[in-house]
């Protein structure tokens, strides 16, 4: 009898490919209504489904939180929260932010508690504020406008240099992956049995015949190349349109 493909037991939602959400820390996104308030620094942690490590703020009304760890920040630091003058690790409405301001963990709509630019070394700059709209400048280069009360912290997520470090093993690479229960290693379905894969099976890992599969197929054997328009390498110059 065959086996479903990795896909197909992925979107079955069992206990192998779930997030192992009971040994995280606690979700580092904005609560409630922002108002404006002070809360000190209380202690920085690590959590193993953040890239970044996070902080623990608590606030004049004894309200805790936990938001993502910036560069420079450290136990007993003062933040401000809705405030107009904000600081490193502040928290603020993008309609408040200076231009020129980096910033990060930016929410998508107004409420949402942070979407954007949450990994970790990254930040975003704020590159024009008007009443309507603010357009900032992600990490991709590519600018994108959010609503001016959209909630962002200022300053950059810690963290830069984990990538810096080589896994040197695959078990290290295996243990990192496994923390937050990620698929790895991954595997063509070319170099799988025909029973694991429409790719699989053959004398090679390489067949004779297109990988394009129609838009219409279905789930097993949609797969691939999905309703590709080319394939192959992309050779010539690439003119960007700015």
């Known amino acids: 009898m065959g086996k479903n493909l990795i896909s197909q037991a992925r979107g079955r939602g069992g206990p192998t490919y779930r997030s192992p959400g009971h040994r995280f820390v606690a979700p580092a996104k904005y609560k409630g209504k922002l108002q404006t308030m002070n809360g000190v620094v209380k202690d920085i942690v690590n959590c193993p489904g953040h890239s970044a490590p996070l902080v623990k703020i608590k606030f004049e009304n004894n309200d805790m939180i936990y938001a993502l760890a910036v560069e420079g920040i450290k136990v007993g630091d003062n933040v401000t929260l809705g405030a107009e003058e904000s600081t490193k690790g502040s928290i603020a409405y993008l309609k408040d932010m200076p231009e020129g301001s980096v910033v990060n963990n930016i929410e998508s ?109 279905p789930p097993g054997a949609k797969v691939g190349l999905i309703s590709a328009k080319s394939t192959g390498r992309k050779r010539g110059k690439r003119i960007r349109k700015s």
């Open 109 to 217: 709509k107004p409420g949402d508690g942070g979407k954007f630019v949450r990994s970790a070394g990254t930040f975003a700059r704020v590159v024009l504020v008007s009443e309507k709209e603010v357009i900032i400048e992600l990490p991709s280069r590519k600018k994108r406008s959010f609503s001016p009360l959209c909630r962002a912290t200022v300053g950059v997520i810690a963290g830069s240099g984990r990538k810096e470090k080589p896994f040197m093993k695959a078990g290290n690479k295996y243990k990192a992956m496994r923390a937050k229960n990620k698929l790895y290693p991954t595997v063509c379905g070319q170099s799988m049995n025909a029973v694991d894969h429409p790719h699989g099976g053959g004398r090679s890992s390489k067949k004779n015949y297109p990988y394009c599969v129609s838009r219409q197929m």
